[in-house]
C-alpha cells in the first residue's frame, strides 16, 4: 500500500528516529521513545508522520542466506550489467517495467554512463540464470550487451543511509 507523499519538515529527533529504525525497525515504541529521549505517545505519532510522508518506505526482514542455506541452498548472486540497443524513454521504461516485475531481481538501478542498468540478482542456479537470461535478455531484440558477474563471497550488505550529515546540520542551526 503506498502512501501519498507529502513535504514534511525535519528535526534531530526524526532524524534520530529514521536512524534507530533503519538499524532495527522491529524496536518496540517504547524503546525506540526510550533510546531517542521522547514519550511513547510522541514517537508513535512522529513514526506515523515519517511513514506517511513517505520517508519509510517499508519494513522488512533481512534474511541470512547463511542460515537459510540448508533449506533454499546457497544459490547465485549475480551483478548483471545491461545495455540496450536504443535508450529512448519508452524502450528503457519497457525494460525496467520487465525486470523489477522477475521474482529473481532483487535490485534494479537505471545508470548512466555505462550500462543503462545494473540487477541485483539471486537464483537458486545456473540453469535458472540461464531462465532468467531467456526472460529479461535473449528475449529483448532491444538488449545489446549483457555482462554478469557471480559474486563468490558477500564482505558487506547494508541497507543503510548515512544519515550523520543531516543530523550534524539539524544540530547546528537547532
Given at each position: 500500500m503506498a502512501s501519498e507523499k507529502k513535504s514534511i519538515h525535519l528535526d534531530l529527533?526524526?532524524?534520530?528516529?529514521?536512524?534507530?529504525?533503519?538499524?532495527?525497525?522491529?524496536?518496540?515504541?517504547?524503546?525506540?521513545?526510550?533510546?531517542?529521549?521522547?514519550?511513547?505517545?510522541?514517537?508513535?505519532?512522529r513514526v506515523r508522520r515519517l511513514r506517511e510522508a513517505g520517508l519509510i518506505e517499508r519494513q522488512?526482514?533481512?534474511?541470512?542466506?547463511?542460515?537459510?542455506?540448508?533449506?533454499?541452498?546457497?544459490g547465485l548472486a549475480a551483478i548483471v550489467e545491461v545495455t540496450l540497443d536504443r535508450q529512448d524513454a519508452q524502450r528503457l521504461d519497457a525494460f525496467e517495467v520487465r525486470a523489477v516485475a522477475d521474482a529473481a531481481v532483487q535490485q534494479c538501478w537505471r545508470v548512466s554512463p555505462g550500462p543503462d542498468f545494473v540487477l541485483v540478482v539471486q537464483i537458486a542456479d545456473m540453469?535458472?540464470?540461464?531462465?532468467?537470461?531467456?526472460?529479461?535478455?535473449?528475449?529483448?531484440?532491444?538488449?545489446?550487451?549483457?555482462?554478469?558477474f557471480f559474486a563468490v563471497k558477500r564482505a558487506k550488505f547494508a541497507p543503510r543511509m548515512d544519515l550523520s550529515t543531516a543530523a550534524a546540520a539539524l544540530s547546528r542551526h537547532g
Amino acid at each position: 500500500m503506498a502512501s501519498e507523499k507529502k513535504s514534511i519538515h525535519l528535526d534531530l529527533t526524526d532524524v534520530r528516529l529514521l536512524d534507530c529504525l533503519q538499524a532495527d525497525a522491529s524496536i518496540s515504541n517504547q524503546a525506540l521513545a526510550e533510546r531517542v529521549h521522547i514519550s511513547p505517545p510522541t514517537c508513535l505519532r512522529r513514526v506515523r508522520r515519517l511513514r506517511e510522508a513517505g520517508l519509510i518506505e517499508r519494513q522488512i526482514a533481512v534474511l541470512s542466506p547463511d542460515a537459510l542455506s540448508p533449506l533454499v541452498g546457497h544459490g547465485l548472486a549475480a551483478i548483471v550489467e545491461v545495455t540496450l540497443d536504443r535508450q529512448d524513454a519508452q524502450r528503457l521504461d519497457a525494460f525496467e517495467v520487465r525486470a523489477v516485475a522477475d521474482a529473481a531481481v532483487q535490485q534494479c538501478w537505471r545508470v548512466s554512463p555505462g550500462p543503462d542498468f545494473v540487477l541485483v540478482v539471486q537464483i537458486a542456479d545456473m540453469p535458472a540464470y540461464l531462465a532468467l537470461a531467456q526472460r529479461l535478455f535473449t528475449g529483448d531484440a532491444n538488449v545489446r550487451n549483457v555482462k554478469a558477474f557471480f559474486a563468490v563471497k558477500r564482505a558487506k550488505f547494508a541497507p543503510r543511509m548515512d544519515l550523520s550529515t543531516a543530523a550534524a546540520a539539524l544540530s547546528r542551526h537547532g
